[in-house]
């Protein structure tokens, strides 16, 4: 988050009383009123104005109300043009907005550089360099999944031979996995950050961004695993469609159920939950299979470290997510730095790059050796 764009410190906060954050609509006088509305109307030359203010957990409506131990600073009904400046101001969802923001212009700047030259990209971490270059030949009779959609994202740098001959240090590994789980972790952190920019405007928006934001999650698992299964059994093309079909599927299913109005209900949380949880799961079944095919390669250990450093992540996240720490040990004193669902974001983004490291190694790797 830039400080340069968003203040947030106590002096401007000292403004606030009764748990209450005045933001005019303009730049005019504060109005004092003790009135309970979170736009009240204002008469300036017979002009009525709006003013908007945050406001505290007890005045939210109940649709807004999720977690009771963030007492104050809450945005609650805003027009969705005031709602989006509020992207500069500081409220308990700014935090919230731009680590996913921030998120999603890095995946963003990766995908660019991906795409304007690869090698560059591996370059930036310097860790696959040290990567010895392996001559094999490469079998044109296996099977590709959709050869034509990679042909439109075919590289630079890609050559494709098609004679089985022994080729160089270049065979070209196809790229469109690779781009799948760029687009699904930007989709994911993109539509989350929206969904928190934009959530304090209407119930109706309110539950469509919820909704949006659980496809974004499910999106994101689900495109994980393109570039692991791709190219881990790119010479077992049987088990690389059955694994991306079954988890397709169960993507598929997941988001059906959540943008199912009677589904997506607060009764049936345990059901999104179990989905959630089973996806990432399943990526267990694969991961042995690809252990056991795979235990001799000698990027065997920089995979395990990049993977298990995803999962860990992403189950510390999910901790801070569910457990509600610290804001429940001191509610109030977290509201605007600090707070659990701060802390899940930070780890969702640290996961998915340790998991954008991993598709690379797979990547290079498939540059390096085809079947
Ligand atoms: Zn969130």
């Known amino acids: 988050m830039s400080s340069a764009t968003v203040v947030c410190n106590r002096r401007e906060l000292g403004k606030m009383e009764n748990g209450s954050l005045n933001f005019d609509d303009q730049s005019e006088t504060h109005n004092n009123s003790n009135s309970n509305s979170n736009s009240n109307k204002m008469s300036n030359g017979g002009k009525p104005k709006k003013n908007y203010r945050l406001v505290s957990y007890d005045e939210l409506p109940n649709y807004m109300k999720d977690n009771e131990f963030i007492l104050r600073y809450y945005r609650a009904e805003w027009p969705l043009k005031r709602a989006l400046f ?31 030259h690869v090698s560059e990209a591996v370059d930036l971490f310097g860790i696959f360099r040290t990567f010895p ?18 042909e439109l994202v075919s590289m630079k740098n ?39 920019l934009f959530c304090c405007h209407s119930h109706d928006l309110n539950l469509f961004l919820l909704r949006l934001d659980y496809t974004g999650i499910t999106v994101m698992i689900i495109t994980s695993f393109f570039p692991a299964m791709y190219y881990i059994f790119q010479c077992q093309p049987v088990w690389q469609i059955v694994y991306l079909a079954v988890i397709s599927l169960f993507g598929a299913f997941t988001i059906a159920t959540l943008l199912s109005p009677t589904l997506s209900s607060g009764k049936f949380r345990p059901l999104r939950t179990i989905l959630f949880a089973s996806m990432g799961l399943f990526g ?12 001799s390669n000698p990027r065997r250990n920089l995979v395990i470290a990049y993977e298990t450093s995803m999962a860990l992540s992403y189950l510390i996240g999910a901790g801070f997510y569910v457990s509600r720490v610290p804001e429940r040990w001191k509610p109030g004193w977290f509201d605007l730095v600090g707070h659990s669902h701060q802390i899940f974001h930070i780890f969702v983004v640290l996961g998915a790059l340790a998991h954008y490291g991993a598709a690379l190694v797979f990547m290079e790797y498939r540059d390096r050796v085809g079947c």
């Not at 687009?183 to 928190?196: K, N």
Request: proline share 3%; hydrophobic share 45%.
């Open 86 to 116: 509020s992207l500069f101001q500081c409220h308990n969802e700014t935090l919230n907005i731009w680590t996913h923001l921030l998120g999603f212009a890095l995946f963003l700047a990766l995908t660019v550089v991906n795409a304007v």
């Open 284 to 295: 267990l079944v694969p991961a042995i299979h690809a252990a056991i095919l795979n235990w």
């Open 158 to 196: 890609r050559s494709h031979p098609h004679g089985g001959a022994d080729q160089a240090h270049h065979i070209g590994a196809i790229r469109w996995p690779f781009y799948v789980y760029l687009g699904g972790s930007m989709f994911c952190l993109l539509s989350s950050s929206m969904c928190h």
């Open 133 to 150: 270059g392996t001559n094999t030949s490469h079998d044109s009779s296996k099977l590709f999944m959709f050869q034509d959609l990679t």
